[in-house]
Each structure stands twice: as structure tokens, then as C-alpha cells.
């Protein structure tokens, strides 16, 4: 019976998604602009919502600051309306961080596991909890649940595997005719 | 017999090319001198990442003595390399240093003090007929063979033979097309039948048809030795002598001028049956498989404004200054230049070492090149599409790149160009076109990584979402089951398993509790950086995303019982 439920639970499921997302191409082409940090700031539980939301006429395309001006751009493109900068009541862009969870402080509570939206962090009941560094988006939600504090976001590191060659400085004069 | 069927006449050519000055000769009056090490309080640095790839695995702690050979860092998977000790000596530190690359961005790198004995540990020698070709790429995968024309691309993954693409011509590219180097050319002055034994390996492996070896028409001592070397094999290698015409030594170019066929945009050489290697690399091939020595030295040109120019057969780890130190001194404060005038770039230091992918230094940057005239407006005299060896279109290119309008430069097919910069070379505008190209395909690279990332944070969130989802629909169905079966109990015994759990639910917040108070006292004792100096912007931060997800319902996602 309890099988069976599963089974029909994970059906359901299944089916709910591949609705959502198959069901308006929109939503999918917006989301896919989206940075899926899925950290809430826009104001709506995730990106696919606040497509959902921006396919809708319920929201503006200017609420998302992890997407950045390029993002904002992007959508304007697709929708075909007018640019606008970031909506600073959404906040302000910040420079891409992970989460680093202080092990020695850890009290193995789960609150950051149940906050983190997409399953990057590690840990049983009672035993320290680790992140996922390539998996974490730098949502930020697993700092307030921490009931010691002891998780920080430390911002990712130029090293000579991740380095961007930067654009020429050379000024381009022109010449008086 | 079978050169002659290569006659120039029978050879093919590439779009475009440029002309520069050579500057060859200063570095080619002498022979290759081999650095030995003697001195015991020599410091070798060993950057773990040399090569196309994934970071090498450290096999070694600080502190430990090690043998000339000794492998310090193992290969990490098929796409890496391993790392070796250049001499005897004593591991004295594993940390961040400053490496060769554009970036002036240190890298994890295994410092080495030598003893001077310079030691060998044990080596042997490997038949490789007698084994099975498995065995020969994984001894080349552990002696940290790569290639040494400056790309550092592992070689045993290029030397598998794989059923989808059978290469039938192995082509050895000792073109050195660029200004200034010449350790190509005396390797094969000096040591052509230890590169012609290393061809047979490579042959042998790929079980290719043909093998050819391209040389430019300015090193005829070169062609001459490579050539009684190759009349010496068992197996047939042509040498074929081509224009001299900078880059004929890019692999695409020499492939086209040695059998004129051209790998489609996107595709690979061996998409069409070729493999194109460097002459050093062959060297190599040999010295590891034949002798039993993985790489720890190469020769390096030291040319330029350095009092004895030369080749010189360099142990990896040796600091770039102590090695022009050597080559006679450089004027003080000058900055040097790694690779040639055309494809080099500055070094940020002369303390960072000698790598495999060094093949030249030349000192004296500021005075040899001075800087440009300032770049004008672009004049669409179309020179620089003349000049390209991919025969794309670098005007447009330099104008989306510009622009930052990225799709567009992939359109014209941006990531064909090879960084050659005959285009930076003949515009009259001076304009820095490569640069703009270099920025504008790493810009594009991480866009691409950072949407990879976010096709996988979407996925890891749905497959939560449908999990949370999941669960509480079973947890729906165990109440109602609950239910049902409780409704035939008697009403005192439903009552004592309610009082049960308000009891569990009380004594697990006062375990959560006591945990907190616990790794509060610890937190104390500890002192945390991170959570000490949190600013007030960030706790207000941090107060603005707790409102916004409880707005959002995010918080009633999290529910309260870790057990469930
Ligand atoms: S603000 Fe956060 S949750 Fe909203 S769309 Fe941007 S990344 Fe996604
Ligand atoms: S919320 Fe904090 S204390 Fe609890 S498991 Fe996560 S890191 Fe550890
Ligand atoms: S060579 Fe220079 S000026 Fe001429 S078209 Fe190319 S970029 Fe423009
Ligand atoms: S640098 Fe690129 S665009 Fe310029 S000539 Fe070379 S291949 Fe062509």
C-alpha cells in the first residue's frame, strides 16, 4: 500500500513538473535566461515561479539582481519591452560566493539542508554538515536558519583556472579631420 | 625515396600569413647547453598544473626526500599530467606561486631544494613491442608526456587508437614558424635520430600509414640531419621542407600545406585521419619509453637583449631569472617575454619557472618592442582578413567583440581563430585586435560554464521540489491510514500516544536547545572569523532576505522535524 503510494506520489509528481515546464514554452524560455540562483530576492520561491509571474504580466523584468544588467537586457529582448535598470529594491548584484559551513561550530541541526534549494549541502542529524561547493548557487538561504551562525559566503577566487582576460585598455582615438 | 614524392611543387598553402623579421640567427651560433645541477641549495618550482587539464594529484609531503625521476604528482584521470623532481632533494614546500600564465595569479605548485648529488631513482627502459600498447600510453600518461609546441596537450590521449577516427598520417610539425625560437631547430640539428625513435613509438601506436615531418625552409641543417636520421628507420618518414611563412607551424595550417586537406570549423585533425605533433614531444616519447625518463628538463631558446643567447636543455622548476642569469644577464628591470613576439605574453615575474610549455624567452620586452602608436578607428581596409591563416573575417570579429555582442562573434566563428596575430600585425590602425578576441572568448567560455551551472542548479531544484512534494504526500497518506486505524481504538488509548509525542517534540527542542548553548560556549572559545565582524549591511541583509522569504512562503518549505 505504503509502495504503491510512493509510486503514485513520485507519478504525480513527475507528472506536476513535466507539466509545468513543458506546458508554457514562455515560462521555459524566460527561465532558462534566469540565473537559477533561486534565492528569492525577485520576491517570488524560486525562478521558475518568477517566470511563471513575468509570463503572467504579474511582475517586472527588472527584479532579479543575481541575472545582473545582462540579464535584465536578456529578457527584454525576449519580451520584447523597453530595458530598465534593476529594481533596487530587489538588491544589488553581488560578486558570485559559496557557502562555507564552519565544521567545528555545526551543530548537525539540518536547518541549512532543509533551507538550501538545491540539495548542496551534506550532512546527517547531529553530525557537521558540509557544502557542496559546485552545486551551491550562492543563494544565501541557509545563513538565517543557522541557529549558531556559523555558516559564511565566501566569494570565489580568480585563480589562473577560472581568469578572464580582461578588455583592452588601449583608448581608440580618433583623428581630427 | 618517398620524400621525393613530396616536391614542393605537390604542396599546398594556406590563406594569408605574415612575414615578420626572424631574429633566428642571434640563437643558433651556438650549440644546445645542458644545464647541470650542482649547486645544493638550488630551488625547484613545480607548478601542478603544466598541462591542458585537470590539476595533478600531490603524491608527497613536505619534508620528504625525493630522487631525480621520482614522480611527485600522479595524473588525475586520462586529461592531466603527472609532475616529476628535476633533480634529488628535499620537498621544502606545497603552496600557491607564481606561475607563468597571462594572469599573474599564483597556482599550487611543490617546491624542491636540491641535495646535489642529482640522483636518479630507479628507471628502466620499456620494449614497448613486447607489451601491450595499453601499457606504453600509461607509461606515457605517468611520465607527464605533453605536448611541447607551447599547447601542453596530454600526448597519451592523442596517441589512443580509436575505432571512430583511425589516423592513417602521423605529421610532425618542426616548422617553428614563429620569430626568435629555435630550440626546435637545434633539437633536430643535434638529437634527430632520439626524435626519429620517438616517430617509430608514435607510429607504432596509431599504426598510422604515413608519416611526414614538415620543416621551413630556414633551417636547412634541420632538414638535413632529420632527413639522414629518417633514412635510417626501419619505417618510412618523409621529410618535407616548407615555405618559411608565419604560422605554418599552427597545426591546421601545416596539415593543409603537408596533404592539403583542412579539418571542418569545430572538428578535430583526426576527424580526417591526421595527427600532428611536435618534434620536441617525439624527443620525449623517446627519452621516457626507450630510457626510461619522464620529463623534467626541456630546451628553451633565452634570446634577445641577454649577453649569450642560446638554447639551453633546462631542468623544469629553474627560475626564468637564474636561467637568463645563466645565459649571461639581462639589463636590470627589463621584462621578459614567454613564447614568441607573435603568440607570447609577459611574464609577471622573472622568478616563476621554467614550465613545459616554455619554449622561449626573450628578454628585453620594452626595448626589442616598443609600445605601439595608440590604436585609431579601424578603416575596413580589410588587411587583416587578407592576413588571416583561418580565412575569417577579423574586422567583424574586432567589432562584436567590441561590442561585447557575443553570439554574433561566435556566428563568425570566433572560437576558429587560433590567436596568431597576423591580423594585430598588418592593421595600419594598430589596433590590438587579438586582445579583443582573447577577451571576448573568455568572456564567452564562463557565460558558457555559468549556464551549464545553472542548468544544473534548475534540475538539483525541481528534483527537490518533487521530492518535498513527494514526501508530503506520504505523509498525507500515513495520517489518513492513522486515522482510520485509530477510530476503532478507545478514546483513552488515543490520548496517551499524543501525550507521547508533545513529550518527544518537547524533549527534542530542549536537545536543539542545549546543542545551541553547547556550540555557543564553543563558538566562544573558538572565536570565528566569520561570524564575529558580521557588519550591520549584512545583517541587515541577512533580516531583508529572512522577510522576503517568509514573504515568498519560503519559510513554511523547511518544515520543522528533521525525522520525517
Ligand atoms: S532573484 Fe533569485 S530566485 Fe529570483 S529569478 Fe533571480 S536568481 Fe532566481
Ligand atoms: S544550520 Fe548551521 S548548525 Fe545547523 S546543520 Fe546547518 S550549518 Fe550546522
Ligand atoms: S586591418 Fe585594421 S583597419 Fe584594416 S580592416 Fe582590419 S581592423 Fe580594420
Ligand atoms: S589572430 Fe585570429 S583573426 Fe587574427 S589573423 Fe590570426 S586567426 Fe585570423
Redesign the interface.
Known amino acids: 500500500m505504503i509502495g504503491l503510494a510512493v509510486l503514485l506520489g513520485m507519478v504525480l509528481g513527475y507528472a506536476a513538473l513535466k507539466f509545468k515546464v513543458d506546458g508554457d514554452p514562455l515560462v521555459a524560455r524566460i527561465d532558462a535566461i534566469l540565473p537559477q540562483t533561486q534565492c528569492g530576492q525577485c520576491g517570488f520561491p524560486g525562478c521558475k515561479p518568477y517566470a511563471t509571474a513575468i509570463a503572467n504580466g504579474e511582475a517586472d523584468i527588472n527584479q532579479c539582481p543575481p541575472g545582473g544588467d545582462a540579464g535584465v537586457h536578456a529578457l527584454a529582448d525576449l519580451l520584447g519591452v523597453e530595458y530598465k535598470p534593476l529594481n533596487a529594491e530587489n538588491g544589488v548584484p553581488k560578486p558570485k560566493s559559496v557557502a562555507v559551513i564552519d565544521e567545528n561550530i555545526c551543530i548537525g541541526c539540518t536547518l541549512c539542508i532543509q533551507a538550501c534549494p538545491v540539495d548542496a549541502i551534506l550532512g546527517a542529524a547531529k553530525h557537521m554538515h558540509t557544502v557542496i561547493a559546485s552545486e551551491c548557487t550562492g543563494c544565501e538561504l541557509c545563513l538565517a536558519p543557522c541557529p549558531v551562525d556559523c555558516i559564511a559566503m565566501l566569494p570565489i577566487a580568480e585563480s589562473p583556472d577560472n581568469w578572464k582576460w580582461k578588455y583592452p585598455v588601449f583608448e581608440i582615438k580618433v583623428v581630427n579631420s | 625515396m618517398l620524400a621525393n614524392l613530396f616536391k614542393s611543387s605537390k604542396l599546398s598553402s594556406f590563406n594569408g600569413g605574415v612575414h615578420p623579421p626572424q631574429h633566428k640567427l642571434e640563437s643558433t651560433r651556438a650549440p644546445i647547453s645542458v644545464l647541470t645541477i650542482k649547486n645544493a641549495q638550488q630551488v625547484f618550482v613545480l607548478p601542478l598544473?603544466q598541462h591542458v587539464g585537470k590539476v595533478s594529484k600531490l603524491l608527497v609531503n613536505v619534508g620528504d626526500h625525493v630522487l631525480k625521476g621520482q614522480l611527485l604528482a600522479n595524473a588525475d584521470g586520462q586529461m592531466s599530467a603527472a609532475v616529476h623532481a628535476p633533480t634529488s632533494g628535499t620537498i621544502v614546500s606545497v603552496q600557491d606561486q607564481l606561475?607563468p600564465?597571462?594572469?599573474g595569479?599564483p597556482?599550487i605548485a611543490i617546491t624542491l631544494q636540491a641535495d646535489g648529488e642529482d640522483r636518479w631513482v630507479e628507471h628502466h627502459a620499456m620494449d614497448y613491442r613486447s607489451v601491450s600498447k595499453r601499457e606504453v600510453l600509461e607509461r606515457l600518461r605517468e611520465g607527464g608526456v605533453v605536448g611541447l609546441g607551447g599547447a601542453t596537450f596530454p600526448s597519451h590521449v592523442k596517441l589512443r587508437e580509436e575505432a571512430k577516427h583511425p589516423v592513417d598520417t602521423l605529421i610532425l610539425n618542426g616548422a617553428e614558424c614563429e620569430p626568435f625560437i629555435t630550440c626546435d631547430d637545434l633539437l633536430m640539428r643535434e638529437r634527430a635520430e632520439e626524435i626519429v625513435r620517438g616517430i617509430e613509438i608514435m607510429q607504432y601506436l596509431l599504426n598510422t600509414k604515413e608519416c611526414i615531418i614538415g620543416i621551413e625552409d630556414n633551417k636547412p641543417e634541420a632538414a638535413q640531419a632529420m632527413r639522414d636520421a629518417a633514412s635510417k628507420s626501419q619505417i618510412l618518414i618523409a621529410v618535407v621542407v616548407v615555405p618559411t611563412v608565419y604560422p605554418s607551424g599552427g597545426a591546421r595550417q601545416l596539415i593543409k600545406i603537408l596533404t592539403g586537406k583542412e579539418a571542418p570549423s569545430g572538428k578535430r585533425s583526426t576527424d580526417i585521419g591526421i595527427q600532428c605533433f611536435n618534434v620536441a614531444t617525439a624527443y620525449t616519447v623517446h627519452r621516457l619509453v626507450n630510457h626510461g625518463e619522464p620529463v623534467i628538463s626541456r630546451i628553451v631558446t633565452v634570446t634577445g637583449k641577454v649577453a649569450r643567447p642560446g638554447n639551453y636543455d633546462v631542468p623544469l622548476g629553474l627560475a626564468v631569472g637564474e636561467l637568463v642569469a645563466l645565459a649571461g644577464g639581462a639589463v636590470e628591470n627589463t621584462e621578459y617575454i614567454m613564447g614568441g613576439p607573435m603568440m607570447g605574453f609577459t611574464l609577471p615575474s622573472n622568478h616563476v619557472p621554467v614550465v613545459k610549455a616554455m619554449n622561449c624567452i626573450i628578454v628585453g620586452k620594452p626595448e626589442i618592442f616598443p609600445e605601439p602608436p595608440?590604436?585609431?578607428?579601424c578603416i575596413r581596409c580589410a588587411r587583416c582578413a587578407d592576413a588571416c591563416p583561418v580565412s575569417l573575417q577579423p574586422q567583424e570579429l574586432y567589432w562584436f567583440a567590441k561590442s561585447d555582442n557575443f553570439e554574433k562573434a561566435r556566428d563568425y566563428k570566433l572560437f576558429d581563430c587560433i590567436e596568431c596575430g597576423c591580423c594585430t600585425y598588418v592593421c595600419p590602425s594598430n589596433?590590438?585586435l587579438v586582445?579583443?578576441y582573447?577577451?571576448a572568448?573568455?568572456?564567452i567560455?564562463?557565460l558558457d560554464k555559468?549556464k551549464q551551472?545553472?542548468?544544473?542548479?534548475?534540475e538539483?531544484?525541481?528534483?527537490?521540489?518533487?521530492?518535498i512534494?513527494?514526501e508530503k504526500?506520504?505523509r498525507a497518506?500515513?495520517h489518513a491510514?492513522k486515522a482510520a486505524g485509530a477510530k476503532t481504538e478507545s478514546a483513552k488509548l488515543e490520548a496517551a500516544p499524543a501525550d507521547a509525542a508533545t513529550k518527544a517534540e518537547e524533549a527534542k527542542k530542549a536537545a536543539?536547545a542545549a546543542?545551541?548553548e553547547?556550540?555557543?560556549v564553543?563558538?566562544a572559545e573558538?572565536a570565528?572569523k566569520?561570524?564575529e565582524e558580521?557588519s550591520p549591511q549584512i545583517q541587515a541583509?541577512?533580516a531583508?532576505?529572512?522577510a522576503?522569504?517568509a514573504?515568498?512562503?519560503?519559510a513554511e518549505?523547511?518544515?520543522q522535524d528533521?525525522?520525517n
Do not use: C, W
Not at chain 2, 460 to 467: A, G, K, Y
Not at chain 2, 551 to 554: D, H, K, R, S, V
Open positions: 598544473r606561475i600564465h597571462p594572469s595569479l597556482d595608440p590604436a585609431m578607428p589596433i590590438p586582445q579583443y582573447r577577451y572568448k573568455s568572456e567560455i564562463a555559468a551551472a545553472a542548468d544544473i542548479a534548475r538539483r531544484n525541481e528534483f527537490r521540489l518533487h521530492r512534494e513527494r504526500q506520504e497518506q500515513k491510514q536543539l546543542a545551541i553547547r556550540a555557543k564553543q563558538k573558538i570565528p566569520n561570524t558580521v541583509d541577512i531583508a532576505i529572512e522576503r522569504r514573504e515568498a512562503g519560503l518549505v523547511a518544515p528533521e525525522n
